[in-house]
């Protein structure tokens, strides 16, 4: 599913019509009709429509006149009068009135009451105020009708963005419609990928209004929601004459006194995706400890310099970070494993803490490096609020992916995964997984396929979905899902994805 922001979506009705020759009521017409379909209209029977002066506004109108021809009851409100009307929505506007629908006007506190009055009434309330072209704050009577709306409704569906929402950022513009279902046209709207962008939105459906793909291309800015196909259409069929050298050896450096914990989930992750070979190198107090624990994977210790750099050497993938401790050493050995590294590197953890003053040693790394933080981690290396980031992860995670050329996972609610160019938005997962271990888990599904040789952004894109879709089915039967959970069913989830 492709995603795309206000301006995107402008530039592409744009083209269609001024270049196709599209007629945007054509657009308009279509747009109403997916609205339609999804009414439930054998169970609702009257309907407030409350419509702006732009396009969105036209959109309602011509729903209004659907749902009339369809014998339901229909209350239509338009917001200002009717000289100010642009374009089609003018012609859709006067289209009711000659078929003699009446068109309430809300322009003071007197026309609101009878919104108020209408809204308790109907079934349902179709927001068409304010699509994706707003620009600024919601005030005056905009912003009373959009509380009417709130407070009165019984159920409210909004025409494309719910009106007064930030469609590139997912903020409320001042005030905004906290509607129960968003019907959006053709692509998924980057706004409804930030958090707490649901408590508006609802539930998201995306409707084809019958834009050509080649437009969409055209436009489009190579971002993307990951979906269940995509997975299947990527993950390798087994040759039945392979072996384990055929999947990757992967170094796995982690742990910590007290942590050994990390060490061990990140090692188990690489072996139960599908690892051929899983090495983990650790502090030599924890390795007597996970040599007997780890009875797939084997162990080296920090310390064994050589052993380490022939591990370094050999290994098609290393994932280093987990439980290692924010500290000198840390950075140390992190260091040391970009700089004679053969293959590509996974940062998670305390591996990416102690890059915080040191972030050049990222830049042309030609093995490639995928770097895994949360949002406080992602605040440590780039000096960044939290909230900002929240509000602007893909934009975050792509000036950062694209300045020191390497892939981020931002993880989270809708994980982003980017390596500058094309993003990509893992939806599995939920907060059933919020607990301890989760991410050392996903590092070492990373790491995995990146040594059964899928490249990066395959890798990190298969594996952050993976991880989350067991996640899911877990939580389908379990009220907490843990890294122990997810490390059990990954064979199973993999297995079902393939097929």
């Given at each position: 599913m492709k995603i795309a922001s206000g301006y995107i979506m402008r530039e592409i009705d744009k083209y269609c019509i001024d270049i196709l020759k599209i007629p945007s009521i054509v657009l308009m017409e279509n747009a109403a009709l997916k609205i339609i379909e999804n009414l439930e209209l054998d169970k609702w029977f009257s309907f407030t429509v409350v419509c702006g002066k732009g396009n969105n506004g036209g959109?309602?109108?011509?729903?209004?006149?659907?749902?009339?021809?369809?014998?339901?009851?229909?209350?239509?409100?338009?917001?200002?009068?009717e000289e100010n009307l642009i374009g089609d929505t003018k012609t859709n506007y006067f289209i009711l009135k000659n078929m003699g629908i009446k068109i309430n006007k809300i322009s003071n506190l007197e026309d609101i009451n009878e919104l108020r009055d209408s809204a308790v009434r109907c079934d349902v309330v179709v927001d068409s105020i304010f699509g994706t072209g707003l620009s600024k704050k919601i005030d005056g009577i905009y912003d009373d009708a959009i509380s009417i709306i709130n407070e009165n409704s019984k159920y409210i569906l909004s025409v494309d963005v719910p009106s007064g929402f930030n469609s590139d950022n997912g903020t409320a513009m001042g005030n905004c419609v906290r509607a129960n279902k968003t019907v959006t046209f053709q692509l998924y709207k980057k706004g409804f990928l930030s958090y707490g962008s649901d408590k508006y939105t609802g539930e998201i459906i995306v409707e084809d209004i019958g834009i050509p793909e080649f437009v969409i291309d055209k436009f489009h800015e190579n971002e993307f929601i990951i979906d269940k196909k995509m997975i299947k259409d990527r993950l390798i069929t087994r040759d039945k004459y392979s072996h384990k050298g055929d999947y990757g050896r992967i170094l796995i450096v982690a742990g910590s006194?007290?942590?050994?914990?990390?060490?061990?989930?990140?090692?188990?992750?690489?072996?139960?995706?599908?690892?051929?070979?899983?090495?983990?190198?650790?502090?030599?107090?924890?390795?007597?400890?996970?040599?007997?624990?780890?009875?797939?994977?084997?162990?080296?210790?920090?310390?064994?310099?050589?052993?380490?750099?022939?591990?370094?050497?050999?290994?098609?993938?290393?994932?280093?970070?987990?439980?290692?401790?924010?500290?000198?050493?840390?950075?140390?050995?992190?260091?040391?494993?970009?700089?004679?590294?053969?293959c590509p590197v996974v940062i998670d953890a305390d591996g990416i803490n102690v890059l915080k003053e040191s972030l050049f040693i990222l830049k042309n790394r030609e093995q490639g490096v995928i770097l895994t933080p949360h949002l406080g981690e992602m605040a440590r290396i780039t000096g960044l609020d939290i909230d900002y980031i929240k509000e602007n992860r893909i934009k975050v995670s792509e000036e950062f992916a694209k300045e020191?050329?390497?892939?981020?996972?931002?993880?989270?609610?809708?994980?982003?995964?980017?390596?500058?160019?094309?993003?990509?938005?893992?939806?599995?997962?939920?907060?059933?997984?919020?607990?301890?271990?989760?991410?050392?888990?996903?590092?070492?599904?990373?790491?995995?396929?990146?040594?059964?040789?899928?490249?990066?952004?395959?890798?990190?894109?298969?594996s952050t979905y993976i991880h989350g879709y067991a996640g899911d089915r877990l939580?389908?039967?379990?009220?907490?899902?843990?890294?122990?959970?997810?490390?059990?069913?990954?064979?199973?989830?993999?297995?079902?994805?393939?097929?």
């Amino acid at each position: 599913m492709k995603i795309a922001s206000g301006y995107i979506m402008r530039e592409i009705d744009k083209y269609c019509i001024d270049i196709l020759k599209i007629p945007s009521i054509v657009l308009m017409e279509n747009a109403a009709l997916k609205i339609i379909e999804n009414l439930e209209l054998d169970k609702w029977f009257s309907f407030t429509v409350v419509c702006g002066k732009g396009n969105n506004g036209g959109d309602g109108l011509a729903v209004a006149r659907h749902l009339f021809v369809l014998g339901k009851k229909v209350e239509v409100f338009l917001i200002g009068t009717e000289e100010n009307l642009i374009g089609d929505t003018k012609t859709n506007y006067f289209i009711l009135k000659n078929m003699g629908i009446k068109i309430n006007k809300i322009s003071n506190l007197e026309d609101i009451n009878e919104l108020r009055d209408s809204a308790v009434r109907c079934d349902v309330v179709v927001d068409s105020i304010f699509g994706t072209g707003l620009s600024k704050k919601i005030d005056g009577i905009y912003d009373d009708a959009i509380s009417i709306i709130n407070e009165n409704s019984k159920y409210i569906l909004s025409v494309d963005v719910p009106s007064g929402f930030n469609s590139d950022n997912g903020t409320a513009m001042g005030n905004c419609v906290r509607a129960n279902k968003t019907v959006t046209f053709q692509l998924y709207k980057k706004g409804f990928l930030s958090y707490g962008s649901d408590k508006y939105t609802g539930e998201i459906i995306v409707e084809d209004i019958g834009i050509p793909e080649f437009v969409i291309d055209k436009f489009h800015e190579n971002e993307f929601i990951i979906d269940k196909k995509m997975i299947k259409d990527r993950l390798i069929t087994r040759d039945k004459y392979s072996h384990k050298g055929d999947y990757g050896r992967i170094l796995i450096v982690a742990g910590s006194k007290g942590f050994s914990g990390a060490a061990y989930i990140a090692a188990e992750g690489a072996v139960r995706s599908g690892a051929g070979l899983v090495t983990l190198c650790c502090s030599e107090e924890l390795q007597i400890g996970l040599s007997m624990k780890l009875t797939e994977a084997m162990t080296i210790s920090f310390n064994d310099r050589d052993r380490l750099k022939g591990a370094l050497l050999k290994c098609n993938s290393i994932a280093i970070g987990p439980g290692m401790g924010n500290n000198e050493d840390t950075f140390e050995v992190v260091k040391y494993a970009l700089e004679n590294a053969k293959c590509p590197v996974v940062i998670d953890a305390d591996g990416i803490n102690v890059l915080k003053e040191s972030l050049f040693i990222l830049k042309n790394r030609e093995q490639g490096v995928i770097l895994t933080p949360h949002l406080g981690e992602m605040a440590r290396i780039t000096g960044l609020d939290i909230d900002y980031i929240k509000e602007n992860r893909i934009k975050v995670s792509e000036e950062f992916a694209k300045e020191y050329g390497v892939v981020i996972i931002l993880k989270g609610y809708n994980t982003i995964i980017t390596d500058g160019t094309t993003t990509i938005i893992n939806p599995t997962g939920n907060s059933s997984m919020a607990s301890g271990g989760m991410g050392d888990c996903l590092t070492g599904i990373i790491a995995s396929f990146i040594g059964q040789g899928y490249k990066l952004m395959e890798a990190a894109a298969l594996s952050t979905y993976i991880h989350g879709y067991a996640g899911d089915r877990l939580s389908e039967e379990m009220f907490c899902v843990n890294a122990s959970h997810i490390l059990e069913s990954l064979p199973y989830v993999i297995k079902e994805l393939q097929q």
